[in-house]
């Protein structure tokens, strides 16, 4: 009878791991195993990272409000603050949450190696702080689109983070090469460890411009006051803006895919997009994304995607400038006819339509253009067109010509009408004008001008109402047209816009719009009405019999209780958006289904990305809600859980790379250090092209990289010298590959901060840290990418004896 061996290949090298004996097992099939285990566990790292992050974003979200003294009768006034600095948060809770990790991973590796210095985690902490700043930074400045910049607006804060990110490293050089070499003292790990207050202080100091000028009060310098601005987004991120319904249903119209849902959905995301979000928004957002999680932004259906189009064929034809904002902009281009109607003497023998194109100017979009008989027959009053036109890049204006057959009969007047289609994969989509109607006329008379109808009707929620004037009887030359209003029962200035003005017929238009702003206070009202008159006319034109008009407002009670209905839905969208959730229940609705229940808009890959995590999203689902106890228990137990989890992922990638021939410290700047900075990789790219700047997207990474060295390696080494201290002998940590690695880092580190430095004052960069000219930025973010190349190539040859150490 034969018996397993206790003593195989690599089964020494994990601390809870192998659970069972592997003797039998191939090498291959155990190194495959333990990879998919390694990538496995870095999924579930990220889950409880981002319950982690939701803690801490509840943590520090708290405000108060204090009396400080002024001038009033009361001599005090009231002011809302927050608990936490932003800045402190950042480099305490939030660079906490995000190498939390890391700096576990050291401490475990040092407790339960029997104190004695370990290569994973020290070696870790220096690879994801080569990944983050030279990675992350070079991807975020090749990712802003090319005629966009983002700048750093807190530069005094990166700048002191910046100076200590490299503080850090030269400080681990001095301990393990130059004072103390391959040991560190007691001293030497206090120091360290004290950095982290003094960096925290440092920032503060800089963020609340103690020693500079402030625009605040002194009574206010010290406080974190709640602006209104900040309290308005807060309200709009959970309220739904009605004003914002009606004007969408406006545009929208009668577009029969505006139904409460879609409209619910599409405002929710448009209000969401136009908010500002802090770092631990945007990693718990990529977290999510890659764990086909409940997304903390509105996906959009297919029908919902093409309302948003159709907003902005609205936006783009005249809408509010405000509006825009809400929407970003459109993806698509959008091309049109400039005007509806034109109008042509037959003896002019040729007639110039113009296409015009909005929206996304930067793809080439092929289209056809075909005319097409009314009264007016091809090849008899007019040579037909049927050609295919395109719109290259840049270019916003196309004008096509038509010939008109002049007969020398006279004949009444006749129309026909020139339609454009787009070719197939365009991407581009026809606007509010694809086609347009042209009339041909056997005089040259200037016309006459007057209203379409004699009354008007529209509702209260219209916003804009538009009046149609006609001229007829002629086209020749350009007409004046002067209008004014008059109230009747509608009061000008409270139910509409008492205005006057011109409407300018140009030479051969037949028709114009007379836009009047209409007034929507959301009150029982009866119908009103008020006058539009058309006062005088130029160029030798008339005015014709219809030379006033009535315009009716209508109250509209089933619109109200319509916009209600969509902003109540918009509101449990937006409040399905929260970082953490209110209850247990809701934790594990969310935990036990794809997207988060959201099954309209999950992909497949959503449901492979799902069933993946389904196990750790279930059993997360029973840590306490962020909501208990102001978020601290839940951060307590998430720190725990990340903990246990660290000691699987040391155990795991120990033996996968003792498994396949891998150093522990290559290993750790490789496998391990991309496992565990991906989320922010993925975070920052989301940040830099959705912020007005570069600090949520690159700003964070230098604080981070200094708080994995103080508290990382301060934390562990403090405790690790306190016991070899107690034991008579100092704490040995061997420089070798580590003191290698740490020179390295650090002078590609300097290079890169100082190219970041360069970027933001040198024109040819577009004076920003991210973005700007194309090839300048791909020069400069492919050079900082391939320093992290450099980086690893090196540390591992030196690993290998390739290079000599220290």
């Known amino acids: 009878m034969t018996t397993c061996p206790t003593s195989y ?144 607006k807190k530069l005094k804060v990166f700048a002191i983070t910046a100076v200590f990110s490299v503080l850090a490293y030269v400080w681990l050089i001095i301990i393990l090469v130059v004072n103390t070499p391959d040991f560190v003292d007691l001293w030497e790990a206090i120091v360290t460890l004290l950095l982290f207050p003094i960096l925290v202080i440092f920032a503060y100091i800089l963020d609340k411009e103690y020693f500079g000028s402030s625009s605040v009060d002194d009574e206010e310098k010290g406080l974190e006051v709640v602006t209104r601005a900040d309290r308005d987004n807060l309200l709009s991120q959970e309220h739904a803006d009605k004003q914002v319904i009606v004007e969408m249903l406006r545009r929208l119209k009668s577009n029969p895919d505006a139904d409460e849902k879609n409209i619910a959905r599409l405002t929710a995301h448009l209000m969401e997009q136009n908010q500002p979000h802090d770092r631990a928004w945007y990693r718990s957002n990529a977290i999510r994304k890659m764990t086909g999680g409940t997304p903390l932004t509105t996906p959009l259906t297919d029908k919902s995607s093409e309302l948003l189009e159709t907003l902005l064929i609205a936006e783009e034809a005249g809408g509010d400038p405000d509006f825009i904002h809400l929407s970003e902009g459109g993806k698509k281009a959008i091309i049109e006819f400039e005007s509806p109607s034109t109008a042509v003497i037959e003896k002019e023998g040729r007639v110039r339509i113009n296409i015009i194109r909005h929206g996304n100017l930067d793809r080439r979009v092929i289209f056809r253009v075909e005319t097409i008989d009314g009264t007016a027959e091809a090849t008899s009053d007019y040579k037909p067109l049927k050609e295919t036109k395109v719109f290259e890049p840049k270019e916003t204006l196309l004008p096509i010509d038509i010939e008109i057959i002049d007969d020398n009969v ?73 209008w004014k209003t008059k109230d009747i029962t509608a009061v000008g200035g409270r139910d509409y816009e008492n205005t006057s003005g011109e409407v300018v017929f140009e030479h051969g238009e037949l028709t114009k719009m007379i836009e009047i702003n209409i007034k929507d206070d959301l009150e029982f009202e009866k119908d009103e009405n008020f006058e539009v008159d058309l006062v005088e006319v130029d160029g030798g034109a008339k005015l014709g019999k219809l030379k006033r008009c ?95 989890l660290t000691a699987i992922v040391a155990d795991l990638a120990n033996i996968f790379g003792c498994l396949i021939g891998l150093e522990p410290e290559v290993t750790a700047i490789t496998f391990v250090a991309l496992g565990t900075s991906l989320p922010d990789l993925f975070a920052s790219k ?89 090839t300048p930025k791909m020069i400069s973010g492919i050079f900082m990418i391939s320093l992290w190349l450099v980086y690893v190539l090196l540390a591992s040859l030196q690993t290998y004896e390739y290079i000599e150490g220290f």
């Open 9 to 152: 290949t690599c089964s020494d090298k994990g601390l809870l791991l192998p659970l069972v004996s592997e003797a039998t097992w191939p090498i291959g099939a155990r190194a495959t195993i333990y990879l998919i285990g390694l990538l496995w566990s870095f999924m579930a790292i990220a889950i409880i990272a981002d319950i982690f992050m939701s803690a801490i974003a509840q943590i520090t979200s708290y405000t108060q409000r204090v009396k400080i003294p002024d001038a009033s009768e009361t001599g005090y006034k009231e002011i809302e603050v927050r608990r936490w600095n932003g800045t402190v948060a950042n480099l305490t809770l939030m660079a906490l949450g995000s190498s939390a990790p890391e700096i576990l991973l050291s401490i475990i590796e040092i407790v339960f190696n029997d104190f004695k210095s370990g290569e994973l985690g020290p070696s870790t902490v220096v690879g994801s702080a080569a990944f983050n700043l030279m990675v992350i930074c070079g991807v975020c400045v090749i990712g802003i689109p090319s005629s966009e910049t983002r700048r750093i």
């Open 410 to 482: 006279w004949e009444p007047d006749e129309v026909f009408f020139i339609r454009m289609t787009l070719e197939p994969d365009q991407q581009a989509v026809l606007g509010k004008h694809p086609v347009t109607q042209v009339t041909i006329l056997n005089d040259d008379e200037p016309g006459t001008i007057q209203f379409a109808n004699p009354s008007f009707l529209f509702k209260e929620s219209v916003g804009c109402a538009q009046i149609k004037v006609e001229r007829s009887n002629g086209c020749d030359g350009r007409i004046v047209a002067k």
């Open 550 to 644: 009535v315009v009716t407002i209508v109250n509209d009670d089933e619109f109200a209780g319509f916009v209600d209905r969509i902003a109540d839905l918009t509101n449990a969208n937006l409040d399905a958006l929260r970082v953490g959730k209110q209850t247990w229940a809701k934790q594990f609705e969310e935990a036990l289904n794809v997207n988060g229940g959201d099954l309209e808009t999950a992909t497949a890959f959503s449901y492979i990305l799902h069933f993946m995590t389904f196990g750790f999203k279930s059993i997360f689902a029973l840590i306490p809600p962020a909501t208990i106890w102001g978020g601290w228990l839940c951060f307590i137990v998430s720190l725990c859980c990340i903990g246990l």
């Open 686 to 774: 989301a940040a830099s092209t959705m912020e007005k700047h570069a600090d949520s997207a690159i700003g964070n990474v230098t604080g981070s990289n200094s708080v994995n060295v103080f508290l990382g390696l301060g934390l562990a080494w403090v405790v690790a010298s306190i016991y070899w201290t107690s034991q008579g002998v100092s704490f040995e940590v061997p420089a070798g590959s580590l003191g290698f690695s740490v020179v390295v880092f650090t002078i590609c580190a300097i290079v890169t901060l100082i190219l970041i430095v360069i970027r933001r004052f040198v024109g040819v960069f577009g004076n920003a840290e991210l973005g700007g000219p194309k």
